[in-house]
């Protein structure tokens, strides 16, 4: 490769295309991704060691294995506490809780999540991602051990409402961290990682919950999330160093296309720092670090708490830039899409319990063992919805000359939008009429309908963090509060639905809403472009020398 060093200054005044001349600029995500050359690196990575984008590759697996245990153990202390949930009604039923009440310690700590995002991801846009992330880290531990050490209902609700606030950067934080740690081209296939090993360890966690709680107790079950939260702990201190890193705008648009795609332009770095100019980098370029002008990664630098100067007008930046994605056609219906698949999940989750008990006549300790099906699934995501989008991407921009389109992302939702009407509709027949079905059309339904969400969050991520580089981490705070909010109130209502239209006039009408989302995906896909292109006025970056994720 050529050598990095930057031009002079006199040549950085004269410059047509230098940064600091360079006046607000749009970016709708409509990038070059290949190159006679290869595949280009998008972003493209600076000569600074302690750039993220040049961290070894063995580390890059460290962070989303530790922030993937993180989200592991929160989900799963959240959501599996189903199956123990009987252990309390006795007890708290003495108290005068009602079953309704005993519920609101699943139900509650999921809204606290939403709550949770929506107050980190401006912190850490301000502070940065790792204090915020080893903060909710000890603020886990300290949960799971009030969890444990409860006396009465009002501490156990009000330490599980914590523990949702700590658990909500699963779906926020953790991703954005590992979008800044990979490339565009692998963004995908990293995601679904950490998905797929998410689901692959909670979902056995779940299976085992109620031998756990029935042999050693239930405090022992929070004991032991609360061991695994410490390790997580332990680990993120030494070996998930800041991800944060200050960007020219250039460096999210690699080869850029013009607005009507008739010629690129060379990406430089930031060249108002003439230790970052250099040209566009592709996967088959030797990648010089400059340890002459910037200092060297070091155990101490990966393990300093503050690494960025604290920029708070990023964090009212964050709240703003919500607010208007919210309004954002495609963004819209990305979160409405992600909430109500999400909100079919928990209703089936809900219900499959009594159905498989009362109508197929399952013993009790052997129903947990039919979500174990979602084992597999995430082993089927991994290529299909992880490696394959990653490989469409680039498939596509081949074709079109080496133009990327964050709507090629959406083809991988094809298939687990066909299967999750198809699922739905067979789930709800199965669960009215259990004479005409088998017990397996109960357990292939909800563990595939589970796919069919798996595949909406992953390609709704993948397309909003590229249609929006500089909004990522709003879109991902918007993706994750809204779905909790629309699936919150669509699980709510699911009792009194089926309880009036029956199991099979209630999902038969979530078969229907899959199916919907499924046309308005046709119409994105066909007209992102144009709705990118009419908001990004509103995603305009004002210094391109200074373009965040907020």
Not at 9 to 34: R, Y
Not at 145 to 150: E, G, M, P, R, V
Not at 224 to 234: I, P
């Amino acid at each position: 490769m050529q050598d990095i060093k930057g031009p002079t200054v006199e040549q950085i005044e004269s410059s047509p295309a230098t940064i600091m001349e360079a006046p607000a600029k749009n970016l709708d995500g409509t990038v070059q991704l290949v190159s006679d050359q290869g595949v280009i690196l998008i972003p493209t990575p600076s000569a600074d060691p302690r750039d993220p984008l040049n961290i070894p590759l063995w580390q890059k697996l460290v962070i989303l294995g530790t922030t993937c245990l993180y989200s592991t153990m929160g989900l799963t202390a959240v959501s599996g506490l189903g199956g123990i949930l009987g252990e309390f009604i006795p007890t708290y039923a003495a108290q005068g809780k009602t079953y309704a009440d005993i519920s609101n310690l699943m139900t509650f700590p999921s809204l606290f999540m939403g709550i949770g995002n929506m107050i980190s991801m401006p912190l850490a846009l301000a502070v940065g991602r790792r204090p915020v992330f080893l903060g909710s880290c000890v603020i886990q531990v300290v949960s799971l051990i009030l969890c444990a050490t409860n006396q009465g209902y009002a501490w156990h609700f009000a330490a599980r409402c914590i523990l949702g606030l700590a658990a909500g950067q699963s779906e926020a934080l953790c991703p954005l961290m590992i979008s800044e740690v990979f490339f565009l081209h692998e963004r995908a296939r990293y995601q679904q990682f950490f998905s797929s090993i998410q689901t692959i360890i909670s979902g056995t966690l779940i299976i085992l919950t109620s031998y756990i709680a029935s042999t050693v107790g239930w405090r022992a079950w929070y004991y032991l999330f609360a061991g695994f939260s410490g390790l997580v702990l332990l680990l993120a201190t030494f070996f998930v160093p800041e991800t944060k890193y200050v960007r020219p705008l250039a460096a999210y648009e690699g080869m850029g296309a013009d607005k009507d795609g008739n010629e690129t332009i060379p990406v430089r770095s930031d060249v108002e720092n003439p230790k970052q100019a250099q040209q566009f980098m592709t996967i088959h370029d030797e990648r010089v670090l400059d340890t002459v002008n910037y200092l060297p990664r070091t155990l101490a630098s990966d393990m300093a708490l503050f690494v960025n100067e604290a920029d708070w007008s990023e964090a009212i930046s964050c709240v703003k830039h919500q607010c208007q994605l919210f309004f954002f056609p495609d963004v819209f219906w990305v979160f409405s899409m992600n909430g109500i698949f999400l909100g079919v999940n928990i209703a089936m989750g809900l219900t499959y319990g009594n159905i498989l008990g009362e109508a197929y006549h399952w013993a009790h300790q052997y129903i947990s063992i039919a979500m174990s099906g979602q084992i597999v699934v995430a082993f089927v995501c991994i290529p299909m919805l992880g490696y394959g989008s990653d490989f469409i991407v680039k498939f596509m921009a081949r074709r079109k000359g080496g133009i990327h389109e964050p709507e090629h992302r959406l083809l991988t939702l094809i298939t687990p939008l066909l299967l999750g009407i198809l699922f739905s509709v067979i789930y709800g027949q199965a669960a009215a009429h259990p004479e005409k079905y088998h017990w397996m059309a109960i357990v292939i339904t909800i563990n595939g309908y589970f796919f069919t969400f798996i595949g909406a969050n992953t390609a709704g991520i993948t397309y909003l963090l590229d249609a929006y580089p500089t909004r990522g981490a709003s879109c991902l705070v918007m993706i994750c509060a809204m779905r909790g909010v629309i699936s919150f109130a669509l699980s709510y209502g699911t009792v009194s639905l089926y309880s009036k239209h029956g199991y099979d006039g209630a999902f038969g009408l979530f078969g229907g809403i899959t199916a919907a989302f499924g046309a308005l995906g046709v119409f994105v896909y066909f007209t992102g472009k144009r709705i990118r292109r009419f908001v990004s006025p509103w995603t305009q970056v004002e210094n391109t020398a200074k373009a965040t994720m907020g």
